[in-house]
């Protein structure tokens, strides 16, 4: 790794609620800003593309600062894709978003990993949308791994009902 960083780096991307975009810059130079940092071939074709499958045309002007939070969700992802990214990492992508936006994300995810073969690391406590996202699942504890599987594993180990609050023990750092 250490002898391809740069390699390696420009076929990753990641999206996290928690990380703003430059708040004083409009949504299409943020895209621009990215697109060069990845040095995206055909960049103002690459933005038309993602501004279409976003709905982010009527935003392109407005500053990242003044989007609402589902609106500021949509252009990290769009952020996120700008250089079509084979490893892909989130966290919580779809924390705060209404049902309909969260639904919108995890679709535009799956889409994605299928259509371009991607790799996606995922950081949520969602078990919906773990189950949905995921084929292999790491629980972790102050940094440690206690319990590995698919979602359906671990479901049947913990009951549907129960995973929501093993996360939410696992967060807070309580005995699972």
């Known amino acids: 790794m250490a002898t391809h960083r740069f390699a390696a780096l420009a076929q990753m991307n990641f999206s996290s ?9 409009s949504v299409i130079e943020n895209l621009r800003v990215y697109g060069h940092l990845y ?12 501004a279409a499958q976003f709905n982010l045309a009527p935003l392109l002007n407005r500053l990242a600062g003044e989007l609402s ?3 500021k969700t949509r252009v990290a992802l769009a952020k996120s894709l700008i250089n079509l990214p084979k ?3 989130l966290d ?22 299928a259509t371009h073969n991607a790799t996606i690391l995922l950081a949520s406590h969602n078990m919906a949308e773990v189950e949905r996202l995921c084929d292999d699942v790491l629980m972790m504890k102050t940094g440690k ?7 359906e594993g671990l479901i049947s180990r913990y009951g549907r009902e129960d995973m929501e609050q093993v996360f939410l023990d696992i967060a807070r750092n309580t005995d699972i």
């Open 39 to 50: 040095n995206v071939p055909h960049l103002a074709r690459r933005i038309d593309e993602l």
């Open 17 to 25: 609620p928690y990380i703003a975009l430059p708040a004083r810059l």
């Open 145 to 151: 791994i206690v319990d590995r599987g698919t979602p």
């Open 69 to 71: 939070a589902g609106q």
């Open 87 to 89: 490893i892909l990492l």
């Open 92 to 113: 919580e992508p779809t924390a705060s978003l209404d049902p309909d936006t969260g639904d919108f994300v995890r679709t535009t995810l799956e889409d994605y990993r």
